[in-house]
């Protein structure tokens, strides 16, 4: 499927066609750089929570992860406790899965242990891809790439969970690690 024109008569990626939080993510967010560790942390937290579920339920409930995750500060969750877990799989404002809940608490660990080696930041965009993609269709789109295969490695052997190639690979293209609109979205090119 190629580009779509929208009702504003913006060509975009059709995932994004119609109005909406979606759209808002896809124009604004999805192939932006992000700067900082709470950014990059909330990104790779929140690609977790969604693996198995819609983006769009995700981004619904992104303004109350931020509120129970402290805005994705990592020491702030590396020090959760077992009763923040029981807490937070108590909430109806957040995907409640334990595994997904006790692995944003890991990754946050792990994210501060990281400090010591560069950073989460530097880790994670040292895998950008010498050639980005630069589809035109989404029959072109991939799902993971050999980029995203070594991220997941790396990322596992630092103690990090959830961190799937599949879920990497999205996650490169939510923090514009490359840019992932297709040929032809006005978005293309805008996230630098």
């Known amino acids: 499927m190629e580009p779509i024109t929208g009702d504003d008569g913006l060509v975009r990626c059709p995932w994004a066609g119609g109005p909406g939080p979606m759209r808002d993510y896809h ?7 992000v700067h900082g560790e709470a950014a990059h942390l909330e990104r790779l937290v929140l690609e977790g929570f969604q693996a198995g579920l819609s983006w769009s339920t995700i981004l619904t409930k992104r303004g109350r992860f931020r509120e129970v995750f402290a ?3 990592a020491d702030t969750v590396a020090a959760f406790t077992d009763d923040d877990v029981e807490r937070l799989m108590g909430d109806p404002g957040i995907v409640r899965n334990r595994a997904k809940i006790e692995a944003a608490r890991r990754n946050a ?3 501060v ?8 930041e530097t880790l994670l965009h040292s895998f950008a891809p ?5 589809p035109a269709t989404t029959e072109e789109l991939g799902t993971t ?7 997941s490695k790396a990322l596992k052997k630092r103690g990090f969970s959830f961190v799937g190639p599949t879920t990497m ?3 490169m293209e939510a923090i514009g690690i490359f840019d992932p609109h297709l040929v032809g979205c006005h ?3 805008t996230g630098s």
């Open 113 to 120: 242990a990281l400090r010591e080696d560069g950073g989460l």
């Open 27 to 33: 124009d604004h967010e999805w192939g932006h750089p």
């Open 71 to 73: 805005d994705f500060d």
């Open 169 to 171: 690979y999205a996650l």
């Open 187 to 189: 978005a293309r090119g």
């Open 145 to 151: 790439s050999a980029e995203s295969v070594a991220m």
């Open 130 to 134: 010498p050639t980005p993609p630069a």
């Open 109 to 111: 660990a792990a994210t």
